[in-house]
Nanobody
Framework: VQLQASGGGLVQAGGSLRLSCAAS????????MGWFRQAPGKEREFLAT????????KYADSAKGRFTISRDNAQKTVYLEINSLKPEDTAVYYC?????????????????????WGQGTLVTVSS
C-alpha cells in the first residue's frame, strides 16, 4: 500500500485548500482513512477519520467546522478540505490508513492506530 498526499502549498489566511491522498494497492475501500498534521516542533495531531464507505466521519475538536474529510473509493482517494485557513494551520499534513482492529477503531485519534502513512504535503498559511 502506498499513499501519496498532494494539494498543499502557500495560501493566504482566510483561503481554502483541498488536500488529496491517492492510494495504490488493493483493498482501499475496505479500510478507514485519516488525516493528521504536524507543525514544526509539535507532535502529530489527529484531524479527522472516515470509515470505509464514507458514511461516518469523526473530527478532532480543533477541526470541527473548518475541516471536511471525504473519500472516493472508485478513485482510491481521500480528501481533506480546509476552509478559513489560519496561520496556525501551517503544518505538514499526512494521510494514513487506519488498521482494521478493535483497538484502532476505538482509538482512532492515535497515530498508532494507523499502519500506512503518506509522505505528507506542506501547507503554509501566510497572514
Amino acid at each position: 500500500v502506498q499513499l501519496q498526499a498532494s494539494g498543499g502549498g502557500l495560501v493566504q489566511a482566510g483561503g481554502s485548500l483541498r488536500l488529496s491522498c491517492a492510494a495504490s494497492g488493493r483493498s482501499f475501500n475496505t479500510y478507514a482513512m485519516g488525516w493528521f498534521r504536524q507543525a514544526p516542533g509539535k507532535e502529530r495531531e489527529f484531524l479527522a477519520t472516515i470509515d470505509w464507505n464514507g458514511a461516518n466521519a469523526k473530527y478532532a475538536d480543533s477541526a470541527k467546522g473548518r475541516f471536511t474529510i471525504s473519500r472516493d473509493n472508485a478513485q482510491k482517494t481521500v480528501y481533506l478540505e480546509i476552509n478559513s485557513l489560519k496561520p496556525e494551520d501551517t503544518a505538514v499534513y499526512y494521510c494514513a490508513r487506519r488498521a482494521g482492529s478493535i483497538y484502532s477503531s476505538t482509538y482512532y485519534y492515535l497515530p498508532t492506530s494507523y499502519d500506512y502513512w503518506g509522505q505528507g504535503t506542506l501547507v503554509t498559511v501566510s497572514s
